[in-house]
């Protein structure tokens, strides 16, 4: 499968645990962004990189979130003491640099703060 | 200015019926302006898109229409079929704006057989 892929699919924390997940994207794609949704909700920007580069953070991103993309292949985005608001869909997409055409969604992580 | 407004909510749609779901927005600076379907559990994934230089686009049962003077596009699925139902999801990006996806919030879909 040569898709956007994502672990785990399902991540069950209690409040105040710590979560990374990882964002394996399309080989070659320069851009990379993670988006969260809400149920009932369209998915919401937190970030962007190109290649190694963070370019924008989304004020959503509060200072308990961090997100990485070492040597601008798969990027991890970690949730440090996690808050019950926080449970949602995390998503990953990736395009390629060269125009702006599809971005390609994984299947996302479904995280739940208990 | 970065919203993107989406309707209705959800939609009921008899099987062969037309389905149609419109989005408006507000900022001029938006020059890709995709429709996503998403499936319960599963990533969004892209269905059909078009640019402000164009009225309109078709791709098999899906037709965007879209009118920049009134910053509005809409989706139309002819030939609804019960396989269609899902949620649709308008967007919009610049290239000014790094192209990151503002997402309507979602019309859920029933295609009733």
């Known amino acids: 499968d040569t898709g956007v892929s994502q672990d785990p699919r399902h991540k069950i924390t209690k409040r105040g645990q710590n979560v990374t997940f990882r964002c394996d994207p399309i080989s070659e794609h320069n851009r990379l962004y993670w988006y969260r949704q809400t149920l009932g909700q369209g998915p919401e920007f937190l970030t962007y990189f190109q290649n190694e580069a963070q370019l924008e953070k989304s004020r959503l991103l509060s200072d308990r979130f961090s997100a990485e993309r070492p040597k601008g292949s798969f990027s991890t985005l970690e949730i440090q003491r996690t808050e019950q608001g926080d449970s949602a869909m995390y998503l990953c997409?990736?395009?390629?640099?060269?125009?702006?055409?599809?971005?390609?969604f994984g299947q996302g992580t479904r995280l739940t703060v208990v | 200015q970065q919203q993107v407004k989406q309707s209705p909510q959800s939609l009921i749609v008899q099987k062969g019926g037309i389905s149609i779901i419109n989005c408006a927005y507000e900022n001029t600076a938006f020059d890709y302006f995709p429709w996503y379907q998403q499936f319960p559990g599963k990533g969004p994934a892209l269905l059909i898109a078009?640019?402000?230089?164009?009225s309109e686009k078709k791709e098999g049962r899906f037709t965007i229409s879209f009118n920049k003077s009134a910053k509005q596009f809409s989706l139309h699925i002819m030939d609804s079929q019960p396989g269609d139902s899902a949620t649709y999801f308008c967007a919009a990006s610049s290239m000014d704006s790094s192209y990151k996806l503002i997402f309507g919030s979602g019309t859920r879909l029933l295609v009733r057989p």
């Open positions: 997409a990736s395009n390629p640099l060269a125009s702006n055409t599809e971005a390609f």
């Open positions: 078009i640019r402000p230089d164009v």
